[in-house]
């Protein structure tokens, strides 16, 4: 698939390109906080204020086709130059900026959170592919944090090499199966990198920021096995745990079927188990994201931009 294919897709999907291979997308939670009518949990577990956060990638490649992916996992990116840190940031700024401008003339709009939303202060970079293939990522995250924003980097953990070298705010890796077997059926790698994960899994531990594993959880595919799960979580120490549910969105659509999107009592049951397997605790969920939180001792930091101010 060419790039000028891919672009026309993710375009469709809301995604706005940054250069040869960067992307931002200003998410539903923030266009929902301008108009008062509520916050990611992001924003309820951390304190990231929802109409201020910048979501964007610096890769649209990945070297995972997960099934439950909402991009199109089939395409290859035809070669490219690395964009610099520097041109990747304006650009992703200019855009959301320019994305919403528009509520402006809205009654709907909270006109002194739409005067907020003009200075971001959180990057998500989180959006599709994987970061970690761009190989500027560190300079990337010092370029947000000198501009006074904390960052969620989510890794899908197959690069321990780069998360050795990024500082983010806060750094998730995506564990989304107990076992290689299950890794495999699921995150379909262009090539095995099982170890690559569990090598990134326990160098988390050592890391000096805030750590999170993310589990997508699919129904009929992965919630199983929690003894496994809790072993690499052991292995791993992170400050928290997300278990949430697959949303049956984008082009996973045309992978999984509906019902492969657990209901939150299902995730809910999850974590319970997960919390007995691994010693952590539940700390806080969101219904509408179906997405509960757990940490070592049930309480939640809340995100702190003083060192950014
Ligand atoms: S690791 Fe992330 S970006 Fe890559 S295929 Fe899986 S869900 Fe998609």
Redesign the pocket.
């Known amino acids: 698939m060419q790039q000028e294919n891919y672009a026309h897709l993710l375009g469709k999907q809301g995604h706005h390109l940054i250069g040869q291979h960067s992307a931002v997308k200003p998410c539903l939670w923030l266009k929902k906080s301008l108009r008062d009518e509520g916050v990611c949990y992001k924003s309820k577990f951390y304190g990231i204020s929802s109409h201020r956060c910048l979501q964007m990638t610096p890769s649209l490649e ?5 099934l ?4 199109p ?1 089939e395409m290859i990116m035809p070669k490219h130059e690395w964009d610099p840190p520097e041109t990747i940031v304006d650009g992703c700024m200019g855009e959301q900026m320019r994305l919403i401008s528009g509520y402006a003339g809205s009654a709907t709009t909270n006109l002194s959170k739409l005067e907020e939303a003009q200075h971001p202060r959180h990057a998500a970079i989180s959006l ?3 970061p970690t293939l761009y190989p500027f990522l560190a300079e990337l995250i010092d370029e947000f944090h000198r501009r006074k924003m904390s960052t969620f980097l ?1 890794t ?1 953990g197959t690069n321990p090499e780069m998360l050795a070298k990024v500082k983010p705010t806060q750094l998730y890796i ?1 564990l ?1 199966a107990p076992d290689r077997e299950t890794y495999t059926r699921i ?2 790698p262009i090539q095995d990198r099982w170890s690559q994960i569990n090598e990134s899994l326990e160098l988390l531990s050592t890391l000096n920021t805030r750590t999170v594993i993310r589990i ?1 959880l699919v129904e009929g595919l992965n919630l199983k096995e929690l003894e496994k799960y809790a072993r690499l979580i052991d292995k791993a120490e992170p400050d928290y745990i997300e278990t949430k549910a697959y949303m049956h969105l984008g082009f996973s659509r045309q992978r999984l079927p509906r019902s492969a999107m657990p209901s939150h009592a299902s995730v809910l049951n999850f974590a319970e188990h997960l919390a007995y397997a691994s010693g952590y605790q539940i700390a806080d969920d969101s219904k509408v994201s179906r997405v509960v939180l757990l940490s070592k001792k049930g309480n939640v930091e809340r995100i702190s931009l003083a060192s950014t101010e």
């Open positions: 990945c070297n995972h086709r997960c439950f992916c909402w991009r996992v599709v592919g994987e989510v899908n995506s989304n995150c379909n997508t």
